[in-house]
């Protein structure tokens, strides 16, 4: 086989899985948390992953008046996750006004955890306390120590953007299509 030809078919390969492979992002929407999980989203889907956060995808039609905007976000929530192949949970540090800013993305770690899901990338803000964080997952992080992946990220660097296309690239590897 000419040599080209194998790059050439490998890359219109690992394009094909880029397109089929889903890639849930979660974290908090809070100020400007939320400025950073688009972008981070943006620059995959730049990259042609296909990558989406919860208000991506539709919201349920059901305008019954006993189903509450705190249902729906749920039931969105779990379609993303339960949709996703990757997933890649951003911590943020909370401000000195705000509590429980990353109780929703711990939410989504535990239910991870508790369904098995083995490809999964944790983002802790630099600075995160190890006590904030332990507080929220301790015991589910550590059950995954071999399985899933953690790094830290800064606001003012990028390094998060290469670490999660790496990463997805990396995982996209135990798919075929």
């Known amino acids: 086989m000419d040599f080209f030809k194998e790059i050439s078919s490998k890359t219109a390969y690992y394009e094909q899985l880029k397109r089929a492979v889903n890639i849930g992002i979660y974290g908090s929407f809070k ?14 889907i730049s990259e042609r ?6 208000f991506d995808l539709d919201q349920p039609k059901v305008d019954a008046p006993e189903v ?38 711990a939410m989504e770690l535990q239910a991870l955890a508790d369904s098995e899901t083995r490809d999964v990338l944790l983002l802790f803000e630099k600075g995160l306390k ?30 998060h953007l290469n670490r999660g296309r790496q990463f997805c690239l990396n995982r996209m590897r135990n798919y075929s299509y």
Not at 49 to 54: E, G, L, Q, V
Not at 71 to 92: A, D, P
Not at 94 to 103: D, F
């Open 31 to 44: 100020k400007d948390n939320i400025k950073i999980l688009i972008n981070f989203r943006d620059f995959l």
């Open 49 to 54: 992953y296909n990558a989406r956060m919860s």
């Open 68 to 105: 509450s905007q705190h249902q729906k976000n749920c039931s969105v929530s779990t379609r993303l996750r339960e949709s996703s192949h990757i997933h890649i949970i951003f911590f943020f540090i909370e401000g000195p006004e705000e509590h429980n800013v990353n109780l929703s993305a």
């Open 130 to 159: 190890s006590e904030d964080i332990t507080s929220y997952f301790a015991g589910a992080v550590e059950t995954q120590e071999g399985r899933w992946e953690w790094d830290e990220f800064a606001r003012n660097t990028d390094f």
